[in-house]
């Protein structure tokens, strides 16, 4: 077996496991908190939240696999009420109200901000709704954390673009795209970037993306172009798949013969599709079945009042909380070479989702008959 399938496979097995001890454990108060709901009778009903549905993770793998584990967990009859922000944090805070009103017995949130978020955090918790922070570590009293490595994603970027440089290195500049000052995690993947790239190429220009909006990386895309000169440009640090796709636009537009290696982010459809055409250098695959299996079993467990001993194996500090439970998954560089070996696999697609009419040839090039 593939190496990186083999740590994603042992991942998801970690956390099947660690479900299964949560669903045999003690049935005691969690952490001694009086908000558990060990005395819950009938269905559970379980809240989900999340960010924004211009990246296409969210809705087309995080969704069905969190509700997926939380019915295999707590029975069909399960209630899921769920709802997206739109990358609206106001909504996002209604949404935590309404909620509250129809007394979930748990919550799993990802927080479009996760500062403004922290007040809506600790209604909820007043309540005795116990949060999990799914993908961004929120703000507030939360009671649980899943997320991939997210330094280490940022790492394997700037590591990516620095091999395919090679001598190149030194013979221009990089532009860094950055994600949202809103997101936490767009600071840990600049900081991971930053660790390996720093000293080793220069960074003609860099940029915080507001929203993560491919729309806006088009128009910073542009202005580095513009004050760089497209001959400077040697490659570009994106943080994510949407906006490498308006980065690619720029340059496209700008008259690149030839394009410059261009990172990326989530494993994207359309993302795999130019990384296959050559449009789009790499992005980060992460495996999204563990850390949705990690959120729906913490997120039942807390609903029942068990401890999270068996699932969460370590601990995290946000800005508020301090030794929050937390899984944490391990991300995987995706490069032309690595598709063929994630097609199919449980949060990945099919060879009939990304070989269409248009990507035949690319797809037959790149072994994926």
Request: charged fraction near 25%; proline fraction near 4%; include cysteine.
């Given at each position: ?100 009103t ?34 961004r ?24 673009l ?27 993947y ?22 993560w ?55 994207e ?12 250098f790499?992005?980060?695959?992460k ?83």
């Open positions: 077996m593939n190496t990186h399938l083999r740590r994603a496979a042992v991942a998801t097995a970690a956390v099947s496991m660690a479900l299964g001890l949560a669903a045999c454990g003690s049935a005691k108060e969690a952490g001694g908190d009086s908000d558990t709901k060990k005395d819950k009778k009938g269905p559970l009903t379980i809240g989900l939240l999340l960010p924004e549905n211009q990246t296409a993770r969210y809705e087309r793998f995080d969704k069905p696999l969190i509700e997926k584990k939380i019915r295999e967990l707590a029975g069909k009859d399960t209630e899921i009420l769920y709802d997206n922000a739109k990358q609206d944090p106001s909504v996002q805070q209604q949404q935590v109200d309404t909620m509250i129809k007394k979930v017995d748990a919550l799993i949130l990802d927080a479009v901000d996760a500062k403004s978020i922290a007040a809506s955090v600790k209604k909820a918790n007043d309540k005795g709704i116990p949060v999990v922070a799914y993908d570590l929120a703000e507030g009293p939360i009671k649980a954390y899943t997320s991939v490595d997210n330094e280490r994603v940022g790492r394997i970027q700037g590591e990516s620095l091999k395919e440089l090679g001598d190149k290195a030194g013979q221009g500049e990089i532009v860094m795209m950055n994600g949202s000052i809103t997101d936490p995690n767009a600071k840990m600049k900081d991971g970037a930053h660790s390996v790239l720093d000293g080793k190429v220069k960074i003609g220009k860099e940029y915080d993306t507001k929203e909006k491919p729309e806006n990386a088009n128009e910073n895309m542009k202005g580095a172009i513009s004050s760089l000169g497209k001959d400077k440009i040697i490659g570009v640090y994106s943080a994510n798949d949407g906006m490498a796709g308006g980065i690619i636009t720029a340059l496209k537009s700008a008259g690149f013969i030839k394009l410059p290696p261009v990172t990326g982010q989530d494993a459809l359309s993302a795999v599709q130019r990384i296959l055409t050559g449009e789009q790499m992005s980060v695959y495996p999204y079945q563990p850390e949705a299996d990690a959120a729906a079993s913490m997120a039942v467990a807390l609903a029942q009042g068990k401890k999270l001993d068996g699932i969460a194996k370590s601990t995290v500090d946000s800005a508020t909380e301090k030794k929050v439970p937390s899984v944490i998954v391990t991300p995987f560089a995706l490069t032309k070479a690595d598709i063929s070996k994630y097609v199919g696999q449980e949060g990945f697609f099919t060879k009939a989702e990304i070989c269409t009419a248009k990507f035949q040839s690319a797809c037959a090039e790149a072994g994926l008959k």
